[in-house]
């Protein structure tokens, strides 16, 4: 399984002599057009990038289009972007029903059939995938002002992605899913709860055999950081967005020595998820509210801590 | 020494993509709706042309009065009205005015009906001269719509922000139980009717807004979430399209159904509403 920040280039260049290749999703192409025909991120203009290392997600013109399959996807506005589907005979693509905007009369929508049912609800996770079949047209956008990613996939490629963060993949994307393995419990007398910073599970989103195309929705604005081998950061659970599959995440907990209960109500310690590289995270810039009562912690997920 | 000033023939005009109203060569912005004409059309491969991207503290007229169109990502309508013009809106929405701008309240029927529907009661009327200002609680734009003699426009639910006092304001009961339970708009839609004199409309969607026009009997099926307006002679029903696999998975999808002829305005953030 490779990572989404292979280098090489992965498709040949143009017959122009000209070639670029795409700092975002790293597709080769002749140069000529304004936007990346793999991901529309806009070809003329420099990357965006923190002191820090986080790369801004890349310019995106409005009505950028990408390729993918025989088929196209065009994208519209900028405040809550909308992507507007050609989708070509036999082409396909999934979603989960509440992204649909509008769709052609034509195109034959089902259901598609996901497996474990059973922990998918008790993980507040949608049941059932809807699944769009061309020809025709058909269109998504989120219910929150942010930015549309696009991450196409080639053969071998994974990405692991926050929940509810997905909005439509091509049907040569595999979609799978995995125990988040983060939590803690709380207890206050008799009563205890088990609390899923990043949600009990996490989306895997694969292409085995052919190039797929993945597009998430992020709230606010989304910046991309590349950790070397060991290198670690912390992140605002609510904030993370996607990885590579290569990067480890574990939790992290941070608080003031020698604190007492009254401090709790504000909020007086720090939960953290701790990302391990090599690979890609992404974080996006407005987030939820972490959801924690304060009580104390009895028992976690492997994690590391720390008092100042 | 001064550049040469590029010639411009007094009769060619400028046809605004937009409203259709027709500008003077030079002019940058339609002096109707305020869409800048030096732009290109934004219409996607599908036939959504995009709401004009008002620039910042763009300006444009109605009857004596004019409207200044001020910020980007929550943008507010300032206006300053002319002696003897009124606009009306839902004091919700209300951001600012002058204080020497006299109020008063729209002769409302069906009251009851409205109440009942969740619709506001009372809309308010701010008279010129003066100036008052609007601006509605999310991330959006703002959509100007000219509305010509003899042009009817349904509007969703407090989508509207304020409307010239020339354009008849009404309401229509979206027919039919399915419509009322599943159709999202709730039971009723504002109607807009300009009789006699040309009016102006400024709606507020939420996220972008997107315009299609469909031919005669062209259908098309949107989350009703996004309706944000059309004309009166597009219809409106809804369909349901069953989703269901296996023991657990059982749900359905609630769609408008809008076929032409005419305008269909959606927006891309939409309301979200719980299906069965």
């Known amino acids: ?308 | 020494m001064t550049e040469p000033q590029p010639h411009h023939d007094p009769l060619v005009r400028i046809e605004c993509q937009w409203c259709k109203s027709q500008n003077e060569g030079t002019a940058l912005t339609c002096r109707a709706c305020g869409a800048p004409l030096d732009v290109k059309d934004m219409v996607s491969d599908s036939g959504w042309r995009e709401a004009p991207r008002l620039r910042d503290m763009t300006e444009f007229q109605f009857g004596a009065s004019a409207c200044q169109v001020e910020g980007e990502i929550v943008p507010v309508a300032e206006i300053n009205l002319g002696p003897g013009d009124s606009v009306f809106f839902e004091h919700h929405v209300l951001l600012w005015k002058d204080d020497s701008t006299r109020m008063s309240v729209l002769p409302m029927t069906g009251g009851v009906k409205r109440a009942l529907a969740g619709m506001p009661f009372i809309i308010s009327v701010a008279h010129g001269p003066g100036r008052i200002a609007f601006s509605r609680d999310a991330t959006g734009e703002l959509v100007v719509l000219p509305i010509h003699p003899g042009q009817e426009l349904d509007v969703r639910e407090h989508a509207f922000l304020v409307c010239s006092h020339t354009v008849d304001y009404t309401y229509v009961r979206i027919k039919g139980l399915r419509n009322i339970l599943f159709g999202g708009q709730g039971m009723f839609m504002d109607r807009f009717i300009a009789t006699q004199a040309q009016g102006i409309l400024l709606l507020h969607g939420y996220g972008n807004v997107f315009q299609r026009n469909l031919k005669p009997g062209e259908s098309i099926l949107v989350e009703p979430g996004a309706f944000l307006y059309k004309d009166a002679s597009v219809g409106m029903e809804v369909e349901t399209i069953k989703l269901t696999s296996g023991f657990f998975g059982g749900t359905s999808m609630n769609l408008a159904r809008m076929t032409g002829p005419g305008r269909v305005g959606i927006q891309s953030m939409y309301v979200h509403h719980t299906t069965e």
């Open chain 1, 1 to 308: 399984m490779t990572n989404l920040d292979s280098g090489s280039p992965l498709a040949s260049a143009g017959a122009s002599g000209r070639s670029y290749t795409c700092s975002w999703c790293g597709m080769a192409s002749d140069g000529t057009a304004l936007s990346c025909p793999a991901c529309g991120a806009a070809v003329d203009v420099r990357s965006v990038v923190s002191r820090s290392g986080w790369a801004e997600l890349p310019g995106r013109r409005d009505m950028a289009k990408l390729q993918f399959g025989n088929s196209y996807c065009q994208i519209e506005g900028t405040y809550v972007p909308v992507a507007d589907m050609n989708l070509a005979a036999n082409d396909w693509v999934y979603f989960s029903h509440h992204v649909l905007l509008w769709m052609d009369t034509q195109v034959k929508v089902s259901a598609m059939s996901l497996k474990g049912a059973w922990k998918r609800m008790l993980a507040g996770m949608p049941l059932i995938m809807t699944q769009a079949v061309g020809p025709g047209r058909i269109a998504f956008s989120r219910d929150a002002p942010g930015e549309m990613i696009s991450l196409p996939l080639q053969p071998g490629q994974a990405v692991d992605v926050r929940e509810h963060l997905f909005m439509v993949a091509t049907g040569s994307v595999t979609y799978d899913w995995f125990q988040s393995n983060i939590w803690f419990t709380t207890k206050e007398g008799d009563e205890q709860e088990t609390h899923y910073p990043l949600g009990m599970l996490l989306d895997r989103f694969q292409a085995p055999q052919y190039p797929g195309l993945l597009l998430l929705h992020a709230s606010g604005n989304v910046f991309v950081r590349k950790l070397e081998p060991g290198q670690t950061i912390l992140v605002k659970p609510t904030a993370f967005l996607f990885k590579d599959t290569s990067v480890r995440m574990q939790l992290h907990i941070e608080r003031p020595a020698g604190t007492w209960r009254s401090w709790r109500s504000w909020g007086d310690r720090y939960l953290w998820i701790r990302l391990h590289g090599p690979g890609r995270v992404a974080v996006q810039s407005a987030y939820d509210k972490l959801e924690d009562n304060g009580r104390n912690i009895i028992s976690h997920s492997g994690a590391t801590t720390r008092q100042w």
